[in-house]
Each structure stands twice: as C-alpha cells, then as structure tokens.
C-alpha cells in the first residue's frame, strides 16, 4: 500500500491553512499537486542544464538535450513499450488530440466517414472531431451510457461499421469515474480497418496502463494529472502511424532540409514537435514519472480504489445526497461526482471551500454527459495518493454543513 | 482540537435562502415589452427576464432560469425591488448593487433587501452570479430606451 503520510511529506502545497482550516486538496483530476522531487528537478534543470536541445553543440546544449530525451524513454516504458520514437511530447492532452485529428484526421477522412464517441467524452475529445467532421463532411456518431453509469457497448458495437475510420474513447471518466473496456472496443474498431484513439488524460495518473494490451492506436495524455509539471502532454502512436502521418506544425527542429519553396522533414518523433519545446517541464515530468513508479502502479490503483470505497459508503449517507457513476469502487477511479437535493453544485463548493476543502463543481468540460444526466453541473470530489480518510471526513463535516443550510425543513441559514 | 468557524456563513443569510427556495415573480409575463436572457457560460447559470416598460417605467417584471442560490435569490430580489419603478431609479439601484458587488461599497440604502448580497463581495468567483440579472436587466433597459 502507498503510506500516505510519507507521501504527504513531499507535498509542500498540503502544508497550508485555506479559510482558517488546513487544506484538503480533493480536485486532482482537474490537476495533481506536485511532490518536492517534481519542483526540484524543475530547479535543478534551469540552475544546471538549461540550453535548447537538439542543435547546440556544447556541452549544456548536448545535456539538455540528453535529460529531455531521457524523459521520451521513460514515458514509453512508463506506457508497457520500448520505442521512445513513438512518443511525442504536446502541451497537454487536448492538443494531443487535435494533433491526430489534424495530422491523421485531414489525410484519412472524406464526405461520409463516420467517427464514433461517446457520450461521456471531455470536451477536448468531442471538439477537435467536430472540427474534423466540418473540415471533412464526416460524421459524428455517439454511443450512449448505461443506467449504471458505464457505457453502452452494445450501441457501440451498432455504431462501428463500414465506414468508421476513427472511433475515440476515454479510458477513464472524469465526471463518472467510469473505466472503459479499450481493449474491448479496439477490437471492434480493428475489425472494421477503423482506429483506436484512447484518451488516457484521467487513466495514466491512476492505474497501471500498458498501451499494446490496451490494443489502442493512439494514447494521449497529460503530465499536470499525474504529479508532473502544466504544459506537458504526450501522444503515444502504433509503431509506423507517426512516420504516415505529415507534421501538424510547422518551424523549427521539425524539419530536415528547408529550401525557399518547400521542406522535408525530420524523423519522428521529431517532426512533430515544431520549435522550441516545454524541456524544463518536461525533464521534470521525467521526476513525477519517477515517483509513482516508486510507488507502484498497482499501489496507486489500490489505494484509490480504498479511498473511493470509504468516500462512497461515507457520502451515502448523507441525507438526499445522490452519486454518479457505477456503484462498484472497483470499476471506477477515484472520483466522486454527487447531486444534494436543493443546494446547486456552486453553492456546495463555497461552502466546501469554507471549509478548506477544494472540490470542483460545474459542468467539468462534460456537456454532453450533463445533458444526459439531466444536471445542469454536478460537484466532484477527486482523490489522489496523498489524499487519506481524514480528507474525505473534512469533506463530510462541510457536506453536513450544506445541509445545514439548505436542507428541507430547516428555517436558519447558518450554523 | 477544536477547528475555528467555517467562513463564508455570512454569504448564505437566511433572506437569500428564502428567495432562493420561494422566488418572487417567478414565470413569463403575458405581455412582455422587453424579453432578455443571459448565460454565464462558465457555470450554465440562465436568467431569463421578461419587462414591461411604458413611460419610463417598469410596470411589470418576471424572471425564469436555473442555477445556483446567488444567481437565483439575486434575480428575485431585483424582481421583488423593481416592480413599478421607474427606469432612472432602477439605474440608480443596478449602480449601487454594482458597486456593493464590484468595489466593496457600503450597500446604500436605497437597494433594500438586495444589501443581503453584501457577502458576496468577498468572493470574486462568486460576484458573477449575482450579476447576472443586472447584467440582463442592462440589455432589457437599453432595448427598451432604444425602441422609445
């Protein structure tokens, strides 16, 4: 198991008093907090190392340049495979995205090509194939959610037919916590010549991921979830897509030859990452790499899953509260998202806020699944490994105190 | 170890509680002038606000929408103090509860019921839901002055 108390050590943000109360920090899947080792390595790099890479040839240019890449290395074994070629480092998960529709997308679909999602998807995995869709004449296509909060693969297996090309999943929900059965899906996918894209943003920070078991074409994914720095996310590609594919931006160091009409260009993965990249956050990102995979994946996942099953049972009994999402701890991460009966998700967050807890209340860049929910937003408490019980007891005492306020029968405001 | 007061109870005081659970003028009018709505697209809160404007006076108003206890209460409250006035006083109110909201100021005495926003002044992520009607009832008022 992970000892959290250790693990809180190396959290200095935790060390602080928010609204009077010690802070509870229950919004990491909206972004994790960052272990010394992570900022640190961050210093480090710009005190020693700092150059920009893959031109210089002095020594700073030829060590930045090795701890940036080093970091390509660790993110393909992080993933289960051993080519760092087929690991490309975008801003964040959400341009990573945009990265295949474009590259992959413009090349591969015309008038009449069907891409498949879901209803559950983030908005960074819905717009950019709308944006395909107008730019194509393709069509979208969404598979829908199960009165269990997972999805509906039966209505996935009717979407996927001959004329999909792209079908692009989340691996885990943000809002549900739902896990999706990629593999699963990627096998209907491959059956009709289709891709896999899977959107890992909420996935890779919390269980193991092993991308060729996954059976998916692409990953995508950020660091700022996964303990690592903002301004850092990856794509991971099959073997040979990345070389089939023309470049999404153009500049520098993506390029081989530049004539004054036209260019070739550089070997991936390094086409794909025109201009000067994020290498401080990135080398960093390497830290938060290193950190969890001290811990242990699978240690990380168990106590998530701990944690989440203590917040559920916790939670449920709490007058007219209702929580979203399949009911088995197991089947889900470690978020928690829950209606109260009267209070509006922004009110409760307030008075959560009041408390020093953080949670997230809103709509959590998941319009569609609000529609389908018939919630305007709900309110997400969200768990990492250095989150522990006495968090979710915190949040408890503030959720008592929404009642307290907005609970029926009640004429006081305020305790 | 005894843990200091939760803060922000000022924020929740029991007349925006109640104007939250009952609100005044609730519903669409008949006849409606002026018919203007306002999202805040950040969090999904909807005002809809329906006026009835003659002579230089608001004869009638109602509201609808969804969201949460701030955008809710404030939009009955401007509702509840506004029917009948006319249209230069209710500029004067919508200035002073911008001010209370934006600046800090002392709610002025002419705003009534509507000083109980007062704490939400503190919380800056909080002041755009209690502005929402006003900033709705702006575009009915400008609607209104540009059609007379």
Known sequence: ?415 | MAAPEPQFDDLYREIILDHYRRPRNRGELAEPTQRVEGVNPVCGDEIHLDLDIEDGTIRDLSFWGSGCSISQSSASMLTDRLKGCPVEEAERVMQKVRAMLMEGADPDAEIGDLEALEGVAKLPVRVKCALLSWNVLQEGIRQATTAA
């Open chain 1, 1 to 415: 198991m992970v000892n959290v108390d250790a693990v809180r050590k190396d959290f200095p943000i935790l060390e602080q008093v928010v609204n009077g109360r010690p802070l509870v920090y229950l919004d990491s899947a909206a972004t994790s907090q960052k272990p010394r080792q992570v900022i640190d390595a961050l210093v480090r790099y710009y005190e020693t190392s700092n150059a920009n890479i893959h031109r210089g040839i002095h020594t700073l240019a030829t060590r930045a340049t090795d701890q940036y890449e080093a970091v390509r290395g660790k993110t393909a074994s992080f993933l289960g495979v051993s080519n760092p070629e087929d690991v490309v480092f975008t801003r964040n998960t959400t341009e990573a995205i945009n990265l295949v529709a474009r590259a992959w997308g413009d090349a591969n679909l015309g008038a009449g090509d069907e891409i498949v999602l879901t209803l559950m998807e983030h908005h960074s995995n819905i717009v950019p194939w709308q944006q395909l869709a107008a730019r194509t004449g393709a069509v979208l296509r969404y598979a829908g959610i199960t009165p269990g909060g997972t999805l509906d693969l039966d209505q996935v297996r009717g979407l996927i037919g001959p004329r999909t090309k792209v079908v692009s999943v989340m691996h885990m929900s943000n809002v549900l916590g739902t896990i999706n059965p990629i593999a699963e899906i990627a096998e209907m996918a491959h059956a009709v010549g289709a891709l896999l894209v899977a959107d890992g943003a909420q996935s890779a920070p919390h269980l193991p991921v092993k991308v060729e078991q996954l059976g998916c074409d692409f990953f995508a994914f950020s660091s700022h979830k996964m303990l690592g720095p903002t301004g850092v996310g990856v794509l991971w590609a099959r073997r040979g897509l990345l070389e089939s594919m023309d470049p999404f931006l153009g500049g520098g160091d993506m390029i081989a030859i530049v004539r004054q009409e036209e260019s070739t260009w550089a070997d991936v993965p390094h086409k794909f990452e025109a201009g000067t990249p994020n290498i401080a956050d990135v080398v960093a990102f390497g830290a938060a790499i290193d950190y969890l995979e001290a811990l242990g994946m699978d240690a990380v996942r168990r106590h998530e899953v701990a944690i989440t099953a203590y917040a559920m049972d916790q939670l449920s009994s709490i007058e007219g509260l209702r929580i979203h999402g399949p009911g088995r701890p197991e089947d889900r991460g470690g978020v928690v998202s829950f209606e109260m009966n009267l209070a509006h998700p922004h009110d409760i967050a307030t008075i959560a806020d009041g408390h020093g807890v953080a949670i997230r209340a809103g709509h959590h860049c998941a319009q569609l699944l609000m529609r389908h929910l018939g919630v305007p937003a709900t309110s997400r408490a969200s768990f990492s490994i250095y989150n522990n019980n006495n968090d979710v007891d915190a949040l408890m005492e503030a959720l008592e105190h929404v009642n307290r306020v907005f609970g029926n029968g009640s004429s006081r405001a305020a305790v």
